[in-house]
């Protein structure tokens, strides 16, 4: 696939309105991560169209507050399989919802939500009801949709995404092997699962979340469109305001779980020479197994007066501790969306990520530094470099805050991503020409 940057156009051209029925099963307003990805995102091209939205009974009386921002919203229910899905997230994950494991164990559970869903929708789909069916939910690829075999035939046709994964684990380094599970190996196994290969053989459009996503579909690159996962909200781009100046200490801080290959203890170990010299103060905010750990490795590295863990917090704190911050640093080793980077940019926090999934695919030079995944040790090198000097060069930091916030602006709200799989559904329906979304790199 040709390698050319899309973004994100937040210009509000005039839209033909369509019927969307969206799939989301668990999304949820008063969640975080893919929870509200799907929920926001769903709220954003209901601004646009007339949408359908259809969760899970267990959030449903959270979507129900909503219910005024979409044409309508239902619910399918299911009371034994969400006490098993319960059972299983508590007593054997742990509230592990990040689990390889889960995500696989999830298949029987999207199967019967998206039966259950046909047989709620079918005679609706098929008196003209509906212009397309939308599944926005789950994220990952791996969790088939019968719809789109059920859809093969029509009246109308099936879109799926954006859909991310599939990234490999980098070798060299230790946060990744703590991490990986005995079932990552058999990830290319769902292929050959019931509804797999029709998901995607029957689909009209299927729009990719990373580059990663788009060489793993490259053979339908006919119909594979590049859009990023996340978004951020008008709210929060309302809250950024511009950076007049700077001044010691640098405010630095790390947001998202305490776990492996979020490799919080890489950002502590870069960072350490400016805490040691009261250069910068860092704040840590997430919760995880690897808490103790990261404390020892700060009292080892004699930096414990400078950093501060806030633990799990509510999202309007962790924005308000984010929007504080000068640079974010967060160099996980496996990261796929990266809603946290979006956040930033919006805030004008400077952030250090890894050129690696989806936060390589949206941070640029203008707003923020890439690091490449070489090994642990060269990764704390290249980001003690880059803090010692944005520490040093306060003019250049003011300047990646301000331009952040001005490219969040432009290219990264979710009122510009809806537009953006507006005119790729108004394509499969036949009532546009086909967009040009290619993503930021060739991996294929």
């Not at 511009?242 to 490799?263: C, D, Q, S, V, W």
């Not at 974010?328 to 080793?333: E, K, R, T």
Request: hydrophobic share 40%; proline share 6%; charged share 20%.
């Amino acid at each position: 696939m040709k390698s050319s940057c899309s973004v994100i156009d937040d210009s509000r051209e005039p839209m033909k309105s369509l019927r969307i029925l969206v799939l989301a099963p668990g999304c949820n307003p008063d969640s975080t991560s893919t929870a509200l990805v799907g929920y926001a995102h769903s709220e954003a091209l209901a601004r646009l169209h007339t949408v359908t939205l259809v969760g899970i009974e267990k959030h449903g009386e959270n979507l129900r507050r909503k219910r005024d921002r979409f044409h309508a919203v239902e619910t399918v229910h299911s009371p034994w399989m969400t006490s098993i899905s319960d059972w299983i997230i508590r007593w054997i994950f742990k509230g592990d919802y990040g689990s390889q494991a889960l995500t696989a164990l999830g298949y029987p559970f999207q199967v019967l939500f998206e039966w259950k869903a046909w047989r709620l929708f079918r005679s609706r789909i098929m008196s003209g009801e509906f212009d397309v069916v939308l599944r926005l939910l789950p994220v990952v690829p791996t969790l088939p949709s019968p719809f789109a075999f059920f859809l093969r035939r029509g009246p109308i046709p099936f879109v799926i995404g954006p859909i991310n994964g599939g990234l490999p684990w980098p070798a060299g380094f230790s946060q990744a092997d703590k991490q990986k599970e005995w079932v990552s190996g058999l990830r290319n196994l769902y292929r050959h699962m019931p509804f797999a290969r029709s998901t995607f053989r029957y689909a009209k459009a299927i729009i990719a979340g990373s580059s990663q996503t788009c060489s793993e579909f490259q053979r339908y690159q006919d119909k594979l469109f590049f859009v990023p996962e996340n978004g951020i909200s008008q709210a929060l781009l309302g809250k950024a305001t511009p950076k007049r100046g700077h001044t010691e200490p640098l405010e630095l801080i790390y947001l998202g779980r305490l776990i492996p290959y979020k490799a919080c203890d890489l950002a502590v170990r870069a960072a350490a020479p400016l805490l040691r010299q009261g250069r910068a103060r860092m704040t840590i905010v997430g919760y995880g197994s690897e808490r103790g750990n990261l404390e020892n490795l700060v009292n080892v590295l004699g930096v414990e007066s400078a950093v501060e863990f806030c633990g799990r917090v509510a999202h309007t704190e962790a924005m308000d501790r984010l929007h504080k911050a000068d640079v974010l640093i967060f160099p996980s080793v496996r990261e796929f969306g990266g809603g946290v980077v979006f956040e930033a940019l919006a805030l004008g926090v400077v952030p250090i990520v890894a050129d690696f999934g989806g936060p390589g695919d949206i941070v640029n030079s203008k707003v923020g530094y890439k690091i490449t995944l070489t090994n642990e040790q060269d990764v704390v090198a290249q980001m003690e470099k880059i803090l010692m000097g944005l520490a040093e060069e306060g003019n250049c930091l003011v300047q990646l805050q301000n331009q952040a916030m001005q490219y969040a602006h432009d290219q990264l709200s979710w009122d510009g991503k809806a537009q953006l799989v507006s005119k790729i559904l108004l394509w499969s329906v036949g009532r546009g020409s086909k967009p040009s979304l290619s993503p930021p790199k060739a991996l294929c």
